[in-house]
């Protein structure tokens, strides 16, 4: 964790994927917009208060209108 880390966060690891990047891989073909590493499983990490934090975060950059979905969410320790 880094020295500028705000300690009253914490660091949680969200899973995610694109369903939409998925299906297209399955039929042989490339989503318009992102790339095929979105059909496997994705790892980030997020500094939040809590996890209804690091969701809302992960929804705001990957939105699940674009077809994301959380797979996993874990409190780093």
């Not at 399955?26 to 969701?55: C, G, M, P």
Request: net charge negative.
């Amino acid at each position: 964790m880094s020295a500028f880390t705000d300690h009253r966060q914490t660091v949680f690891q969200v899973e995610l994927h694109n369903q939409a990047v998925r299906e297209c891989v399955k039929e042989n073909r490339s989503h318009e917009i992102f790339d095929d590493r979105w059909a496997d499983v994705q790892t980030h990490e997020v500094a939040a208060k809590d996890e209804y934090k690091a969701l809302a975060m992960i929804e705001n950059t990957y939105p699940s209108d674009d077809g994301f979905v959380v797979d996993h969410v874990k409190r780093r320790d």
